[in-house]
């Protein structure tokens, strides 16, 4: 059984592009970073909502890292990241692939990356008032402070990704009549280009696999592998 296995009776111009489990993951992360956005600004008593967001945020991170290699054919960072000789032929015009184009590819490349950086910054970071990240323990609070600034400064450019990938979809949408957000609700591309092949690979086992590393750093993240803290030393009574 594969998780990306065709319809019946699909037309002979359509192709599967995103695995369900990748579009699980896309729609997934763009809820979370959603919910890590608004309750980060809102500060407080969204701290707490903030941090769990971004240990959800890890933990599908490390399913996408295992999927890249585990998952579907279109799904495989093998199918997507190439050098600068592809990336010279999109500009031309001469690249007729499906999935992410070469310069997407990039910024997906970017945006996993970037996410990764914010979630490894704030697991150590602090607000200096009532939140701690879950690993703060771990760095002490120097380098818990030096984490948080950056974990602050980056979210600007995380934001300037994000816009950036959301006017790119629009830009398609307009100028090249090509919906980009369909196929990542269906899977399903219409008219793909001669020579595409059937997406393969992907299977119930990899998937498994993939949900089991991204668990375990869900639970990573969350401190849950610390040491108990020591408990609190009794005090003496004062007569």
């Given at each position: 059984?594969?998780?990306?296995?065709?319809?019946?009776?699909?037309?002979?111009?359509?192709?599967?592009?995103?695995?369900?489990?990748?579009?699980?993951?896309?729609?997934?992360?763009?809820?979370?970073?959603?919910?890590?956005?608004?309750?980060?600004?809102?500060?407080?008593?969204?701290?707490?909502?903030?941090?769990?967001?971004?240990?959800?945020?890890?933990?599908?991170?490390?399913?996408?890292?295992?999927?890249?290699?585990?998952?579907?054919?279109?799904?495989?960072?093998?199918?997507?990241?190439?050098?600068?000789?592809?990336?010279?032929?999109?500009?031309?015009?001469?690249?007729?692939?499906?999935?992410?184009?070469?310069?997407?590819?990039?910024?997906?490349?970017?945006?996993?990356?970037?996410?990764?950086?914010?979630?490894?910054?704030?697991?150590?970071?602090?607000?200096?008032?009532?939140?701690?990240?879950?690993?703060?323990?771990?760095?002490?609070?120097?380098?818990?402070?030096?984490?948080?600034?950056?974990?602050?400064?980056?979210?600007?450019?995380?934001?300037?990704?994000?816009?950036?990938?959301?006017?790119?979809?629009?830009?398609?949408?307009?100028a090249k009549k090509e919906n980009l957000v369909r196929p990542m609700i269906t899977g399903w591309t219409d008219a793909p280009p001669e020579g595409a092949r059937p997406a393969s690979g992907g299977g119930v086992l990899a998937f498994l696999f993939a949900v089991a590393?991204?668990?375990?750093?869900?639970?990573?993240?969350?401190?849950?592998?610390?040491?108990?803290?020591?408990?609190?030393?009794?005090?003496?009574?004062?007569?």
């Amino acid at each position: 059984m594969r998780l990306d296995s065709r319809r019946d009776g699909a037309a002979a111009s359509r192709l599967r592009l995103w695995d369900l489990p990748t579009r699980l993951f896309h729609w997934t992360l763009v809820v979370l970073v959603a919910i890590a956005f608004v309750s980060g600004f809102k500060g407080g008593n969204g701290m707490d909502i903030h941090g769990k967001a971004g240990i959800g945020i890890a933990g599908l991170l490390a399913f996408r890292l295992v999927w890249g290699f585990a998952g579907s054919t279109y799904a495989r960072f093998a199918s997507f990241v190439r050098g600068p000789a592809v990336i010279r032929t999109y500009l031309r015009g001469e690249w007729h692939g499906v999935g992410h184009n070469p310069l997407g590819a990039l910024s997906v490349l970017a945006l996993l990356g970037l996410l990764a950086f914010q979630v490894g910054t704030g697991l150590f970071g602090n607000d200096d008032i009532a939140f701690n990240g879950p690993l703060q323990a771990l760095a002490g609070k120097d380098t818990s402070d030096l984490l948080t600034g950056l974990h602050r400064k980056s979210l600007w450019l995380l934001l300037a990704l994000v816009g950036l990938h959301v006017a790119a979809i629009g830009y398609y949408a307009r100028a090249k009549k090509e919906n980009l957000v369909r196929p990542m609700i269906t899977g399903w591309t219409d008219a793909p280009p001669e020579g595409a092949r059937p997406a393969s690979g992907g299977g119930v086992l990899a998937f498994l696999f993939a949900v089991a590393v991204g668990l375990l750093a869900a639970c990573a993240a969350s401190g849950a592998f610390l040491p108990p803290p020591p408990p609190p030393a009794a005090s003496s009574p004062d007569w």
